[in-house]
């Protein structure tokens, strides 16, 4: 992996510290050419433990403008740029409510809380962070990085037995979001790739309650998911901006 700066949103989550870990491991082998990998990556409440010499721990809680926006001018401070930035947060149920499966349970403050979180967190992500994201090098081949994890549940084609009405409804606008950005800095920002990405059923704390239901072998750990899908993120071209891909890189129907 060659020398880049990334900002990890949602550090201390399954797959965003499994990111984390795996990008800040490039550097730790004394032979690595890898030496200037810079990572940056948020927490919510406490610092966590992980360290290293290159990685930069940033507090930000994404419902809060104000909070994206100084986690942004804190960057600035002390980057010039940002290659790749990636938001792993996701909300999908809370320690009292869990995802409706009735429309009967549909309730106002959790609707909008997934709103806020699940789709409205990566447009003010991206409002903040884009100048930064300007001064990074890039190419067609080889662009700069706006990606977001959504879900399959997301896809409006792909709903089969319905359910889960603010998650669902959540990830589709988020993906509409994000497809809107991808058009807009199509003419804005080139070489860009904006690319919302499902990271396969992970063993993590949001999918805890529901993995009775995954088949063997469908459950993955948060490390092989975070491989795959940085993998598929570094193969990505300007020209695939606007995609909606699983952690194989497999098209998902809108």
């Known amino acids: 992996m060659e020398s880049k700066t990334y ?35 948020t927490y919510h409440k406490s610092v966590p433990e992980l360290e290293a010499d290159n990685l930069h721990w940033l507090p930000m809680d994404v419902s809060d403008e104000d909070s994206i926006q100084q ?3 804190a960057i600035q401070q002390h980057s010039r740029h940002l290659d790749w930035v990636i938001n792993c947060v996701g909300l999908l149920h809370t320690e009292i409510t869990q995802p409706e499966k009735a429309l009967r349970q549909v309730e106002t403050d959790f609707f ?21 994201l300007e001064k990074a090098e890039r190419s067609p081949a080889h662009p700069a990085i706006f990606a ?7 896809s409006i084609g792909d709903n089969q037995i319905g359910g889960w009405y603010s998650y669902r409804m959540s990830k589709a606008a988020l993906n509409m ?7 807009e800095w199509s003419r804005s920002l080139k070489d860009m790739c904006v690319v919302v990405m499902q990271p396969g059923t992970v063993n993590t704390q949001l999918s805890a309650p529901f993995q009775s239901n995954v ?11 975070a491989e795959c899908l940085l993998e598929v993120l570094a193969t990505m071209s300007a020209a695939q901006s606007g995609s909606f891909v699983d952690w194989a890189g497999e098209s998902i129907p809108w």
Do not use: C
Not at 112 to 132: D, G, V
Not at 148 to 154: K, L
């Open 7 to 41: 900002l990890i949103v949602g550090g201390t989550g399954g797959i965003g510290q499994a990111m984390v870990e795996q990008l800040v491991k490039t550097t730790k082998n004394e032979h690595s050419e890898n030496s200037s990998i810079q990572v940056y990556a």
């Open 71 to 73: 986690a942004a001018a």
């Open 112 to 132: 909008m809380q997934n709103m806020q979180i699940n789709a409205l967190a990566s447009l003010l992500i991206a409002k903040h962070i884009k100048p930064l």
């Open 148 to 154: 977001t994890i959504s879900a399959r549940v997301g």
């Open 177 to 183: 979001g994000m497809k809107n950005l991808s058009i």
């Open 215 to 225: 088949a063997d072998g469908h459950l993955f750990t948060p490390a092989y998911s």
